[in-house]
């Protein structure tokens, strides 16, 4: 994956470290931007934006838009996690995202280019849900 080149700033290295800290989450801007303030580095929206827009070309965070008009999502990508040939996963109740990684994601690459014809992009791609942990507190709250 190739990484900036650009200067390292104090604000940058706060974004990083805050997606980095918060990977198994979509962020959004608005999030980075209280962290920001919290740590008292007031930044402009335009600051954070420009930042979060080179890390998605860089391929060190992914991006999610879930509908038109709705603010879009970031997550940090790990090394090698190679998002863009997987489909991702988000527990609607706590909103952790999990990678599709594994041998079903090729059969089913497989299964629509033979059966359907389609040829399947995965970037920035999410189904919701909700995850193991999130349905067995729900279950326990009911008993």
């Known amino acids: 994956m190739p990484r900036s080149n650009g200067y390292n700033t104090k604000t940058r290295q706060l974004i990083l ?29 335009t600051t954070v934006y420009r930042y979060l827009d080179k890390l998605t070309a860089e391929n060190r965070i992914m991006k999610y838009v879930a509908d038109k008009g709705e603010k879009a999502v970031f997550q940090y990508v790990d090394e090698g996690a190679h998002c863009q040939q997987h489909l991702h996963l988000k527990c609607v109740s706590c909103g952790q995202i999990y990678h599709l ?27 919701y849900g909700t995850c193991a942990r999130c349905r067995d507190l729900k279950e326990k709250e009911k008993e």
């Open 17 to 45: 470290r805050y997606l980095q800290e918060n990977r198994r989450h979509a962020v959004s801007a608005a999030n980075i931007l209280q962290y920001l303030d919290d740590a008292d580095l007031p930044t402009s929206p």
């Open 101 to 127: 990684d594994c041998g079903f994601m090729d059969e089913f690459r497989e299964h629509l280019m033979s059966s359907h014809g389609f040829s399947l992009e995965c970037n920035g791609s999410i189904l």
